[in-house]
Nanobody, 129 residues
Framework: QVQLVESGGGLVQAGASLRLSCAAS????????MGWFRQAPGKEREFVAA????????YYADSVKGRFTISRDNAKNTVYLQMNSLKPEDTAVYSC??????????????????????WGQGTQVTVSS
C-alpha cells in the first residue's frame, strides 16, 4: 500500500518559516492532485493548498494566500509546503493527501476534502506568539 509521510513540522515563533514535505513511498501519485490540509484542536480539518499533477495549477485557502507556497517534485515523489510569516492561528496538525482522480484539478473540487482518499499521518506545527 502506498504511504504518504509528512515531515518538517515543529515549534516556531510567530513570523518564522517552516517547510513541510510529503513523501510518497511509490510514484503512484504523480498523476494526481496533491493537497495539504490542517486540523487545529477542536476544529474540523480544513483545506490549505493543492497542486495539480504537473504543478501547473495551485490553489490556496484565503487564510494562507500570499504566505504559503505549495510545490512538487514528481521525480522525488514529494510535495512541499513552504510556510512563511507564520501566525499562531496556523497552529495545527498538517496532513498531505492525494486526490483519487487522475490528471484533473479545479479551483473548487481540489479544495474539497471529499475527493482525497489517501492520507499521511500528519505533522504538528505549533506557532507561538
Amino acid at each position: 500500500q502506498v504511504q504518504l509521510v509528512e515531515s518538517g513540522g515543529g515549534l516556531v515563533q510567530a513570523g518564522a518559516s517552516l517547510r513541510l514535505s510529503c513523501a510518497a513511498s511509490e510514484p503512484t501519485f504523480r498523476t494526481n492532485t496533491m493537497g495539504w490540509f490542517r486540523q487545529a484542536p477542536g476544529k474540523e480539518r480544513e483545506f490549505v493548498a493543492a497542486i495539480s499533477w504537473n504543478g501547473g495549477s495551485t490553489y490556496y485557502a484565503d487564510s494562507v494566500k500570499g504566505r504559503f507556497t505549495i510545490s512538487r517534485d514528481n521525480a522525488k515523489n514529494t510535495v512541499y509546503l513552504q510556510m512563511n510569516s507564520l501566525k499562531p492561528e496556523d497552529t495545527a496538525v498538517y496532513s498531505c493527501a492525494a486526490d483519487r482522480r487522475r490528471y484533473y484539478s479545479s479551483s473548487t473540487s481540489s479544495a474539497d476534502i471529499a475527493y482525497y482518499d489517501y492520507w499521511g499521518q500528519g505533522t504538528q506545527v505549533t506557532v507561538s506568539s
